[in-house]
């Protein structure tokens, strides 16, 4: 045999190697796959231009040694961990790069923790919504406490956030997050029937994030706004900030507008109020 063709056969045996992690011994491989075969995750967060440059100016001095994690879908290699480093090879017009495929089960999981680096509330919940109806998609029976479900969401009022998000982008998830992890979990439903009471909810939400700039706004124009005021105004609508047990979402949220209605009619009394988580 030719020794040209011994070292391309050696080649392609070296492009592709089977190992296992060290932690729960599951099937990886390393692979070299040309660049017009990846492609980035729908789920994830938007591209620093300035990290992407950082990285042009590292792979020109020591190379590409750190490889993509990704995986593999109709024939594409999606791009779980390595967004900006694939963003630097394509404008360094590299041809092909090195990753690690990864199980399919594994890829939401991933795109919950998102490796690369830690998401703002809104870019979580544009995350848990997006495979939220991924599931819904491929099966709209599965339940929502289902734990493949479960391990991909981090948090169930991501889901109804993200739908505010769509409908409102200002909306104030940050700070409604203190009330929402202690009333919206995971229903003990298929997830075709759950979106909609998910819906539902991301309308109430809505609404106490609406009266909350309301009563900010009268505070403003009677000059007693300052820069905590959004803060201190659900603390003073929230009745059980102080309380540890779980809270029907309902129960929460008729309480939660029973009190903003009432800082509506006269804004000051909120002013007296401790801001608590």
Excluded at 178 to 186: L, R
Excluded at 215 to 221: G, R, Y
Excluded at 244 to 255: G, K, N, P, S, V
């Amino acid at each position: 045999m030719p020794r040209k063709k011994i070292k391309s056969e050696k080649m392609r045996k070296v492009e592709e190697f089977h190992f296992k992690d060290p932690k729960h011994q599951q099937d990886l491989v390393f692979k070299i796959v040309p660049i017009d075969s990846l492609e980035v995750v729908e789920h994830q967060r938007k591209p620093s231009n300035y990290h992407t440059n950082h990285l042009i100016s590292s792979i020109e001095r020591i190379g590409f040694i750190v490889p993509l994690v990704v995986s593999e879908k109709n024939g594409k290699y999606v791009i779980l961990d390595g967004q900006h480093r694939f963003l630097a090879a394509q404008k360094l017009e590299l041809k092909e790069l090195p990753v690690i495929i990864v199980p399919q089960r594994l890829s939401n999981l991933m795109m919950n923790f998102n490796i690369e680096k830690e998401l703002n509330i809104r870019e979580k919940s544009y995350v848990a919504l997006n495979i939220y109806r991924q599931y819904l998609k491929e099966n709209p029976q599965l339940f929502e406490t289902e734990p493949i479900l479960t391990d991909s969401i981090e948090q169930a009022y991501y889901v109804t956030l993200g739908i505010g998000y769509e409908k409102e982008e200002r909306l104030r998830g940050g700070m409604l997050e203190s009330i929402m992890k202690k009333c919206d979990f995971f229903l003990e439903k298929p997830i075709e029937e759950a979106l909609k009471e998910r819906e539902r909810r991301s309308e109430r939400v809505r609404e106490v994030n609406s009266l909350i700039t309301e009563i900010a706004q009268k505070l403003k124009e009677m000059e007693k706004w300052h820069p905590f005021v959004y803060q201190q105004i659900l603390s003073f609508a929230n009745p059980y900030k102080r309380k540890r047990e779980l809270i029907e979402f309902d129960e929460m949220f008729d309480a939660v507008m029973f009190n903003l209605q009432k800082a509506k009619e006269n804004p000051e009394i909120i002013l007296k109020e401790e801001i608590e988580e």
